[in-house]
């Protein structure tokens, strides 16, 4: 059983940076690959990015590329999600997910979840 917690969310101004970070307890981190999911009010979850387990495949939704870079530490358990150039439409609770498949890239694919952390982008 994974434990994931995610921080680091909060208020932003449109083009602005959120950096949000998720520890993981409870397992082999390095055995998963971990994926950030987002969800607006209203809406499903949606994909956002992933990182295979060794850090050598990374999967990005087309409306994030060139904006977030999704990183991990192994050593630390830990993964990260650098958010830059934000905009009114990034606003959701962001989710941390650990998935045993290397390419994972729907909720149905993931295992494990976090509880999320809320990210506003003011315009």
């Known amino acids: 059983q994974v434990q994931l917690v995610e921080s680091g969310g909060g208020l932003v101004q449109a083009g602005g940076s959120l950096r949000l970070s998720c520890a993981a307890s409870?397992?082999?981190?390095?055995?998963?690959?971990m994926g950030w999911f987002r969800q607006a009010p209203g809406k499903e979850r949606e994909f956002v990015v992933a990182?295979?387990?060794?850090?050598?495949?990374?999967y990005y939704a087309d409306s994030v590329k060139g904006r977030f870079t999704i990183s991990r530490d192994n050593a630390k358990n830990t993964v990260a999600l650098q958010m830059n150039s934000l905009k009114p439409e990034d606003t959701a609770v962001y989710y941390c997910a650990a998935a045993f498949a290397e390419r994972a890239t729907i909720p149905d694919s993931y295992a494990y979840w976090g509880q999320g952390t809320k990210v506003t982008v003011s315009s």
């Open positions: 990182i295979s387990w060794r850090g050598g495949s990374l």
């Open positions: 409870g397992g082999t981190f390095s055995l998963y690959t």
